[in-house]
């Protein structure tokens, strides 16, 4: 893989930092035949060659994305936690030039991110034949 570590501040040093890790599967892994069919392992698994992996380095957790779309529709679709600045950072990532993971910065500024103390699992879809589950309150 191809990979690129880019932080996110807001402002000039925070108060919310973000730490982040973008990777590309390189033209060796897409040709890589399954070793069951033989077909490319990856084309097999319904993946795209535009696809990036968007992973959070403090959460530890990240899934794949393809740029061009909505960010907060597209995170949507994952349960992942993730910090208070990673839907700003994947909507900003979706309007840089791709082709050069290297030519990405390595330090970014959001500065009209709202400030947060804590970042959060997405809820996202139900998987399917799995009951919404129902919010307990805590007195």
Known sequence: METKFIEACQ???GPNWGKFMVARFTPEEWARPSAVGGRSL??????????????????????????GGLASADLQKHRIWVCPLFEPFLAWLYLQDLRDLNALPSLVHLPDVPFDFAGYRRAG???KGERPKKTRRVA
């Open 42 to 67: 990856l084309h097999s698994r319904g993946k795209n060659p535009d696809a990036v992996l968007v992973h959070d380095l403090e959460t530890n957790e990240g899934a794949f994305f393809r740029p």
């Open 125 to 127: 879809p139900t998987p």
């Open 11 to 13: 402002g000039e040093h």
